[in-house]
Nanobody, 120 residues
Framework: QVQLVESGGGLVQPGGSLRLSCAAS????????MGWYRQAPGKQRELVAT???????NYADSVKGRFTISRDNAQNTVYLQMNSLKPEDTAVYYC??????????????WGQGTQVTVSS
């Protein structure tokens, strides 16, 4: 089975920074697109950023210029560097990874979620 382990969440003051990590493990044959989503209480889960295998990044308008998504293919890991954090960024952040197994078709896998709280 595939496991996605997230880390790096926590409590930070407005204007602060956090770096989220999501490492995939298991019998992985290939990883394609990777991304981050977030969900605040009472809100729908929303896309934060994606980074396809080709490396072209995409960001939600609300985080553009403040967040940076990157990946380390050798470590099967995706990162989200979050700077200039705002209270509106408070949410549970989930990584999403498009994975192919050796004998199974490609599908998306989700991390367990990590809490990010931005508050003074």
């Amino acid at each position: 089975q595939v496991q996605l382990v997230e880390s790096g969440g926590g409590l930070v003051q407005p204007g602060g920074s956090l770096r989220l990590s999501c490492a995939a493990s298991g019998s992985i044959f290939r990883i394609d697109a990777m991304g981050w989503y977030r969900q605040a209480p009472g809100k729908q889960r929303e896309l934060v950023a994606t980074i396809p295998s080709g490396g072209r990044t995409n960001y939600a308008d609300s985080v553009k210029g403040r967040f940076t998504i990157s990946r380390d293919n050798a470590q099967n890991t995706v990162y989200l560097q979050m700077n200039s954090l705002k209270p509106e960024d408070t949410a549970v952040y989930y990584c999403n990874v498009d994975i192919s197994l050796a004998f199974s078709p490609r599908r998306a896998y989700w991390g367990q979620g990590t809490q990010v709280t931005v508050s003074s």
